[in-house]
């Protein structure tokens, strides 16, 4: 099982990034969907949290300016963000709770830069 992020980059403060993490290889379900960060000489924290029927949480610095959604028949989750500020700017990783059929297990995306210029 691998969970691929893509689309980070570079973007100006104010501008908008969507990220997209797929999940793919040998999948019976996936549970919990997970968006994290890392800052430079940060801990990795928290950023939303998504559950497969839809439920979702924010972290406080994110409420209002990020969305996070997903596909169950793509196994892909999604974090929408807007009115970026250079505070956002970390490599996003992904991760999710995914049942391969025997077992549960929590994966990791490799993570994408984002970097929000001021």
């Known amino acids: 099982v691998q969970l691929q992020a893509s689309g980070g980059g570079l973007v100006q403060a104010g501008g908008s990034l969507r990220l997209s993490c797929a999940a793919a290889?040998?999948?019976?379900?996936?549970?919990?969907m997970n968006w994290y960060r890392q800052a430079p000489g940060k801990q990795r924290e928290v950023v939303a949290r998504i559950s497969r029927s839809g439920s979702d949480v924010y972290a406080d610095s994110v409420k209002g300016r990020f969305t996070i959604s997903r596909d169950n028949a793509k196994n892909t989750a999604y974090l929408q963000m807007s009115t970026l500020n250079p505070e956002d700017t970390a490599v996003y990783y992904c991760?999710?709770?995914?049942?391969?059929?025997?077992?549960?297990?929590?994966?990791w995306g490799q993570g994408t830069l984002v970097t929000v210029s001021s």
């Open positions: 991760n999710a709770d995914i049942y391969t059929g025997g077992r549960w297990g929590d994966y």
């Open positions: 290889g040998n999948i019976v379900s996936v549970n919990g």
